[in-house]
């Protein structure tokens, strides 16, 4: 296993680290979302994973466009029994090192033992991690039974590289654009909105770990221009317009997405009425509406904030509702 910092085995194809997810199913003869429902990942039977009998593999990437970030195994079991942790451990360990960490559990007395894992351990560096887990009993997969799996997951600050001076241009650009907004109307909301991948203090090491994983997996994500954030805090939002670059925005104090005037873009609201929960009321763009605003049920700024939506060219606000439940 002396090459996993370079790259993984499927089989005898070896793919190196950094190579997108529909490059390596090219390279398997196989289709993104080969045996998964998303087009982000991918299941194929494996027979081996370094040096032990395996079910399968899985892949999963941030996009197809984008590299393999994390590699799991399904360990073909040993026997019928119980599975004994260490006849994958201590490989591993002669391999590397005694693993960094490690977690062990009784099985409990109820339920299936296969969906409880009594076994955990992790082998860490900077370039990648490797992680074994092991089942209480034998679970049923794709193509068998598994006695655990083996997983192997890429540094998302070394996969960034290739992609993150390209956002920081579009960040630079979009700063430019908003120094003369043609349209600009902030909206107040009752609750503070939360930053993508800041829940703490944005300290640079946590700047560095956004500006990463944004650039990964959803590069249409932007830093809110500064001309834009001296507007607002964490209770307010911003939709805004530039007629002269052909561009709107919606930008909280931190998170910020631009799209093109025309272009034909899928706004949702969502307002869901108080049942077991308060209720509430919800903005979202992009994929997996990864920008977006949320206040409590029925809020107006919220309403007022889809209604302008819908009056900018190529906008549609897909209504949604239900319960709070």
């Known amino acids: 296993m002396h090459d996993v910092q370079e790259g993984f085995r499927i089989g005898d194809q070896f793919v190196s680290w950094g190579t997108t997810l529909a ?20 299941r194929l039977r494996c027979a081996s994973a370094y040096g032990f009998a395996a079910v ?3 892949l999963d990437a941030p996009a197809t466009d984008r590299p393999v970030m994390t590699v799991v195994f399904e360990l073909a079991p040993e026997g019928t029994g119980t599975p004994e942790p260490e006849h994958w451990a201590a490989p591993l360990s002669e391999r590397f090192r005694p693993p960094d960490q490690v977690t ?12 409880f894992v009594p076994f955990w351990a992790r082998w860490e560096s900077p370039e990648i991690s490797i992680g074994l887990s092991i089942y209480g009993g034998l679970r049923k997969v794709d193509g068998g ?52 991948w800041v829940t703490g203090k944005a300290t640079p090491e946590a700047l560095a770990a956004r500006e990463a994983r944004i650039s990964l997996y959803h590069p249409e994500l932007l830093d809110t221009p500064a001309s834009i954030a001296a507007k607002l805090d964490s209770r307010s939002f911003a939709l805004w317009r530039s007629d002269e670059h052909g561009i709107w925005c919606a930008s909280t104090l931190r998170d910020s997405i ?21 209720g509430s009321a919800r903005l979202e763009l992009g994929k997996y ?12 700024a919220i309403r007022d904030a889809a209604q302008m939506l819908a009056g900018f060219p190529g906008v549609t606000v897909k209504q949604q509702g239900g319960y709070d439940c």
């Not at 390279?27 to 045996?35: A, D, F, K, T």
């Not at 099985?107 to 969906?115: A, H, K, V």
């Not at 006695?147 to 993150?164: D, E, F, K, V």
């Open 104 to 115: 062990r559990s009784e099985i409990p007395s109820y339920g299936d033992p296969s969906g």
């Open 258 to 278: 631009l799209l093109e005037l025309g272009q034909p873009v899928q706004a949702t609201w969502i307002e869901l009425l108080p049942a077991k929960g308060g």
């Open 23 to 42: 490059e390596t199913c090219r390279l398997l003869g196989i289709e993104p979302g080969h045996g998964c429902h998303r087009a982000e990942e991918a």
């Open 145 to 196: 039974r598994s006695a655990g799996c083996l997983s192997l997951s890429w540094s998302t600050q070394l996969a960034a590289r290739p992609y993150i001076e390209e956002w920081r241009t579009r960040v630079a650009q979009l700063a430019t654009v908003a120094e003369r907004p043609s349209q600009l109307r902030i909206f107040v909301l009752d609750w503070p909105q939360n930053a993508y």
């Open 56 to 58: 399968s593999v899985h």
């Open 289 to 300: 509406g990864v920008w977006h605003v949320e206040a409590p049920h029925g809020w107006p």
